[in-house]
């Protein structure tokens, strides 16, 4: 894979700058010091905070969140953030909802779930679901999942869980998510050595989270692809970027939406790489790609569809 053609000096120089802080055997550490150098690097990227938006933290039961709003929202926004369900946390991604609280105008409830390995799953899906029930009973208007990464994964789980249990569900976004495809096919070899992540690094965190003795592809709160039905969830908007192991995960995540007749779009965003959100201010590529993402957000808290 040729990605000195296909990636541009700006995203280069982001990769390097990534690379600095958060060095490619970072896995080898232990989890605490990966979490510490994961946490150093996203303060490191970390922009301040729109003078529009004000936010407040508080527990969810058990489960910390950080409630960001900007005047009076129609609309509530629950995020999920990234980092292989290992890392990362309210602080990691404090930049990103409190953006996306600016530019849509809508609340952002970001959830601070339990990570692996102290906490094998369901444990991280059951505190997106519990914020995501306490979300539809707390606040008045719809609800819009979004997430990246790690996120992704957790919202669609809540999403296909969520029919039939919760109110007002209307859409979600999903950015550069796994969602439990073929890891022997596609971009996952492909992109097995892309920059960012790697498909080696895609099996590690997977076995962390996972329980032992579980199987692969039966269970949907773990894997949304594993799913038999796909019927009857939200609107869904999938962002990717296109150098990436986890790429087309959210390809057929989009057909098999299509296929039961729902309503999916999928972005895929040309030579960017896994976890450019962080990059927004400084690449123009992951700038605009943030700016489709908050105007897919913003899209369907008002029940459009601007993709026919």
Not at 282 to 294: K, L
């Amino acid at each position: 894979m040729n990605y000195e053609r296909l990636i541009d000096e700006e995203t280069w120089a982001f990769i390097r700058k990534t690379g600095e802080c958060y060095p490619d055997d970072a896995v080898d550490l232990s989890i605490a010091e990966q979490r510490k150098v994961y946490d150093a690097m996203a303060a490191e990227f970390r922009a301040a905070r729109p003078d529009s938006v004000s936010c407040k933290d508080r527990l969810v039961g058990a489960v910390p969140v950080r409630i960001y709003t900007a005047g009076e929202p129609g609309c509530t926004v629950m995020y999920c953030h990234g980092g292989g369900f290992v890392v990362g946390g309210l602080d990691s991604h404090d930049d990103v909802c409190a953006e996306l609280c600016a530019q849509t105008g809508y609340r952002v409830v970001a959830v601070d779930y339990r990570l692996s390995p102290e906490h094998l799953h369901p444990a991280a899906f059951e505190d997106a679901w519990a914020v995501s029930q306490w979300i539809s009973a707390s606040f008045d208007g719809d609800l819009v999942l979004a997430g990246d990464s790690a996120g992704a994964n957790l919202c669609a789980a809540v999403a296909h869980h969520a029919r039939g249990r919760l109110k007002g569900l209307v859409g979600q976004v999903l950015i550069y998510g796994a969602f439990g495809g073929d890891i022997n096919e596609g971009s996952y070899l492909e992109h097995a050595q892309a920059p960012m992540l790697t498909r080696d690094d895609i099996l590690f965190y997977g076995q962390l989270r996972r329980p032992e003795g579980s199987e692969v592809g039966t269970d949907p709160t773990l894997e949304p692809l594993a799913d038999n039905d796909f019927s009857d969830l939200p609107a869904t908007v999938l962002v990717t970027a296109d150098c990436d192991p986890v790429r087309d995960d959210s390809r057929h995540y989009r057909d098999k939406i299509l296929a039961a007749g729902g309503k999916a779009h999928w972005i895929n965003e040309p030579g960017l790489v896994h976890g450019y959100l962080r990059a927004r201010h400084s690449v123009g590529r992951a700038r605009d790609s943030f700016e489709r993402i908050s105007v897919a957000v913003e899209a369907l808290g008002q029940g459009l569809w601007p993709y026919e």
